[in-house]
Every structure is written in C-alpha cells, then in structure tokens.
C-alpha cells in the first residue's frame, strides 16, 4: 500500500509543477503581450521599420500560450451550439476570405494572424479564469500608462504630440494621441472591475487617476466619458439584474445602428452626417466611411477580402489624390467588416452579436454565470462595440484587447443548465 502510494505521488507531482509552472508562463504572456500589442510604439523609441517586430513578438506570445495551455486542464468547457457556429464561422469566414485578395504578403500575414490569434482566444477563456485574465492585462496596461506619464513629463520631445494639429498634446511612448487615449481608458474600465472584485483602494486610486491623466491631456475625451459610461454599467449591473439584462441587448442594438449609418452613406452619398445646418464629420472619418461604401457594390456578396481593399493601388491612390491625405484604416469597425468580409461577413458577425444576447439573458435567467463576470464581459463587449463607432478595432489581428473580445464572445458560448440540473444540490 505505501508503495503504490508513494508511486502515485510521485507521478502525480511533476503534473501539478507543470500545470503551475504553464499558468505562471500564460499569465506573463498575457502581460507581455498586452505592452507590445496596443498600439504602435513612438518611432523614437522603435525605429518605423521595425514596427513589424511588435506584431511578429505578439504572434510569438500567442504561440507560448497555445503551447502552455496544452499542459493546464480546462476550467471552462464551451457547448456547441448556434452561438458557437456562429463566431467560428465569422472568424473562419473572415480568414478564408484572403484567397480572394490579391494574395500579397501583408493579407496573408494578417490572415494567419487572425487564426493563430482566433485558436489563442480559445484556449485563454478555457483555461485561465476571467479574473487572472483581467489581473495580467491591467499588469500590461499599467505599465504603458506609467511609461507613457514618465515619457510625457520627463522627454517632451518623445511624449508631445508635435504636429500642427495635435500641438503639445500627450502620446506617450505611442506613435500617436489616440493610441494613449483608448490604452487609458482601457485602463480606467478594467481598474474599476479590479476594485469592484477586491483590489485595495490605493493601487485602484493610483492606477485610475495615471490612466485618467493620459485621457485627458491626450485630448482623447470620447474616449474617456465611453469608459466611464463602461464603468457605470458595471457598478449598475451588480446593482440591479434587470439593468443587467438590458445592457446584455446593447451590443445587438449598436449592430442595428451600424446598418441604419451605413446605409445612410450608401444611399445619399454624402460624405458627412448633415443635420438640419449642422455638419458632422467626426474630424474627417466620415470622408473614409463614405469612400468605403461608395465601393461596396465593387464586391457585395463577398467582400474585398481581409486586408484586400487598402491594398488595392487603385482605390487607395484615388482617395489620396482628391482629399490629399490616405490612412489605410476605416475607423469605423463596422464598415471594415461589411467592406472586407461583405454582406455574408457582416450577417455572420451580426448574428454573433444577436446570439450573444440572446444566451447572455438565458445565464443570466439561469443564473449558470458568476455575476460579476457577467457584468465585465457586458461592459467590455459595449466598450468595443461602441469604439468601432470611430476606430476600427474589430478583425485587428494582433491587438490584444481585439482578441479578448472574441474570447468574451467564447466564454458566453457554454452550456446552460436546464432546470433540473439547476434543482440539484
């Protein structure tokens, strides 16, 4: 008997080590891979060129973790059901559509990365718990912000912003203003959650006003009042199930709004939101939101493919030679997925969204999800699905926060106990 049981501990020993020891290495990768993945870094700092190695680092990053998850047992077993089809799909659709690009380098990188990063999602929401996830990332956040204050006060010639247009306003250690202002007010919304879980007051007071500083001397004020508005459907959520419930349909709703913008753009052809006398255009993104549409009948059914439609010299030349200026980014979310994936693309994202909401209400009438899980995975999906209003975050292959979106959609995607699971004590 003692020899059998001293035979079965030490085979059991060594499994517990490496489990601890891959947790440890997913936790740090995580915290890695948030500091090189969200956004690019000042050119002062990282030469132009080299740009590429952040996203080749985070690629690298996601592999460990792959790998590392191989040796930790699942804490979180995903059902397959439509809601599950239903995101695997997009994302699988999403990647395939690079084959009907022009198939350079950069669309077959960014394809790649998309899956690499899509199978990474899976094995990070079913292997480590929610609250590590969002412990390791604030760690990375953290740590850009402070950066970004040090860089701001102490090297004004790396930290101002020193264009004509953004003169002497905060970038930190990014190569621009909006890249501090949407990591700060990240850091804001995942601060509050840290508090609301048990984090004392001074690391929460600490973290909270540094990433508030970065907002507001960036000028990013958008960015600031929508994490606010975040944090509030947080504290609210655990206040009252029912505002709960309600939040939980938001992100169906901005899907909504996203088509009624859209078609806006596609039938009038205007390249602002006219309101009685009033002009909008969001400092010129609407230029790009209506350049983009105007081409949606070059591909309507497919789309342009993943990466294919900036990289089309002709559209791209085009749009710099009547506005003087090109950027080679939507900065609406919305209308990279429509414009790149076309109108199959976008019903299957739309159908994830709606999915999603529809199995939010049915945990939380089950009550089958931790309460306050429920609440960050609701607040995050708003954040970003209000954020890719103006910027495009959706399909960014290598940005973290990209990713834990579609971890997020993953972690909704389980079983729901039915009644009589539910009476068992």
Known sequence: MDGRALNSSTWQAPGVEAEGLAATIINWSITINVIMSMGILNFALLPQELTLVQ???????WGVLIYASLFVRPRLRLGFGLDTL???????????????????AEALMKAGALF????????LITRVDIDDIVKSMTRGLFVLIAASVVCSVLFPDIGLDQGWQHMGQWQGIFASKQALGFTGALLMFFACYRKMSGQGWLPFLVTFVLASTCVILSESRGAGALSL????LLLTSLWSVRCMQVYAVLPSVMCVAAVFLMLYFYTTGYDAIHVFDTTIDFTE??????????????APLLGFGINGFWTNPAIYDYFEQSRGWVLDNYHNGYIAILVETGFVGYVLFTASVFLFSYKVLCLIAARAIDRLHCALIIGFVFLSGQTNFTETVFLRSTTFTSVLLVAFFLAICRPVPSSHELEQP
């Open 116 to 123: 690499i990063t899509t199978l990474g999602a899976f094995c």
């Open 55 to 61: 996203q080749v680092a985070a690629l690298l990053l």
């Open 229 to 232: 508005v975040a944090c509030m």
């Open 285 to 298: 993104r609407t230029f790009i939101w209506q350049y983009a549409i105007s081409h949606f009948d070059d």
């Open 86 to 104: 239903a995101i695997v799909a997009f994302y699988g659709f999403a990647v395939i559509s690079v084959l009907w690009t022009n198939l350079n």
